[in-house]
């Protein structure tokens, strides 16, 4: 038992000395010449406007993670649906209670309004959003 993890731990410590003797190689070897134009950032052609380190708006990252739940249980339903016939009815139920808390879990982020892009009314919203309304939203 103890030469499997000695063998494991060989494996470590040899990873280590490897990634640490190849980086120090590689910053030997390469080339430096930084410049104004290669330490900026690079935004598809356009030319860089402000600070990289903008906050961006949590819904992108809410929406993004709720599609890829539901994206990774769709992909979960394909194999299930080729082999469904030799399953039985207890894949056939399986697969319904597990739709059945998809769909719930789609109404309550649904309901929430967590999959509206622009939310207007901000839940003990402070400053220039605390008297946001509809009427204001119009008038825009």
Not at 21 to 30: F, H, I, T
Not at 52 to 79: G, S
Not at 114 to 137: A, F, I
């Amino acid at each position: 038992m103890l030469l499997s993890f000695g063998t494991v731990f060989l494996f470590v410590v040899l990873g280590a000395i490897l990634i640490t003797l190849l980086l120090r190689l590689s910053k030997l070897v390469a080339p430096s010449n930084p410049t104004d134009g290669k330490l900026s950032t690079y935004e598809c052609g356009e030319i860089a406007e402000g600070s990289a380190w903008v906050q961006f708006n949590i819904r992108f990252y809410v929406i993004a993670l709720i599609f890829l739940i539901f994206d990774v249980e769709v992909v979960l339903l394909f194999p299930w649906a080729v082999v469904f016939k030799d399953l039985g009815l207890l894949a056939y139920v399986e697969m319904g209670i597990f739709l059945i808390i998809l769909i719930v879990g789609l109404m309550y982020v649904w309901r929430k309004g967590d999959l509206d892009w622009v939310k207007y009314r901000v839940k003990y919203g402070r400053g220039r959003y605390q008297n946001l309304n509809t009427e204001e939203r119009e008038s825009d």
